[in-house]
């Protein structure tokens, strides 16, 4: 997997396939091995792109700074990648969340030639729960034990085992700003649970400018509540609604239950069919 320099930042990528370019971003904070399913059953018709984010448990570097919110920064390096790669306007697709895509299409809508979502989170019960594992965990770890006892948390230390450089950055990371950076992206999370994705500060006078070809697949659960999916459709004007595609039930066998790759691979196994058939109407 090469890794090239972006914005300042370390990232990994990884290609498949041949054909029409398509740029996978995860949901979360994993890194892009959780959309291998996903990335397998595109690449056998598109040249699929996984990637790594900055501060996630992936190879890439770890770098807590910056004014904008984190999924800003992630649309921004994500259109630093494009660029390199040249396959700009192309395809991209995000499940679960759908924090960063919007970004990408507000800030650098000529990379971008359609939206493939899944999954996006939205209300009040995502705004308040996932800050609390994004940013709130890693606050009261620095303020406890500092930098050492937030290297030693589950996320970073993952990113260390592809990344051993992170653990030194990490420790040179000072404690009162890093919280301070962690947060405001806490603060941005939890403000936007009438926004119509939660973790994106998007507007909805925003994704209505957004008149790409789009498509999203709605979840079902309550941090991808189905009415999040059906927001985003009908706030753009070129936008396709898929209903979930896991019922409810299987749903809550495995969210929670397992680790998220298994999880992930569920969710790209099913979403796939729809993406293909999205994408093969683009090219008519």
């Not at 009261?140 to 993952?158: C, Y």
């Not at 973790?199 to 659960?221: K, R």
């Amino acid at each position: 997997m090469p890794d090239i320099v972006v914005n300042g930042c370390t990232i990994r990528y990884q290609e498949q396939g041949s054909g029409p370019a398509v740029v996978l971003t995860p949901g979360g904070r994993w890194g892009g091995y959780v959309q291998e399913a996903v990335a397998c059953l595109l690449a056998q018709s598109h040249r699929v792109i996984t990637w790594d984010r900055r501060n996630c448990d992936g190879a890439a570097d770890i770098i807590i700074g910056g004014e904008l919110s984190e999924a800003e920064i992630w649309a921004d390096d994500l259109a630093a990648l494009i660029t390199h790669l040249n396959i700009g306007p192309c395809h991209v697709g995000e499940y679960a969340g759908c924090r960063t895509t919007p970004w990408l299409a507000l800030r650098h809508p000529g990379l971008v030639r359609g939206m493939l979502l899944a999954w996006p989170s939205g209300g009040s019960y995502p705004a308040e729960r996932l800050p609390r594992n994004f940013y709130q965990q890693y606050i009261e770890a620095a303020r406890n034990g500092g930098m050492e006892q937030v290297a030693a948390t589950s996320n970073f230390a993952d990113s260390m085992q592809h990344n051993p450089g992170n653990r030194q950055r990490l420790l040179d990371t000072d404690v009162d700003a890093f919280t301070e950076t962690m947060g405001r992206w806490s603060t941005a999370f939890t403000g936007s649970a009438d926004l119509p994705v939660a973790g994106c500060t998007a507007t909805a006078d925003q994704w209505a400018s957004i008149d790409l070809p789009a498509v999203v697949v709605a979840g079902c659960d309550p941090v991808h509540p189905t009415e999040a999916a059906e927001a985003i459709s009908g706030l753009m004007p070129n936008c396709t609604f898929h209903g979930p595609v896991i019922p409810l039930d299987e749903w809550d066998q495995v969210f929670g239950n397992n680790p998220y790759p298994v999880t992930s691979k569920l969710q790209g196994e099913r979403v796939a069919p729809v993406w293909l058939e999205f994408l093969a109407n683009q090219t008519l």
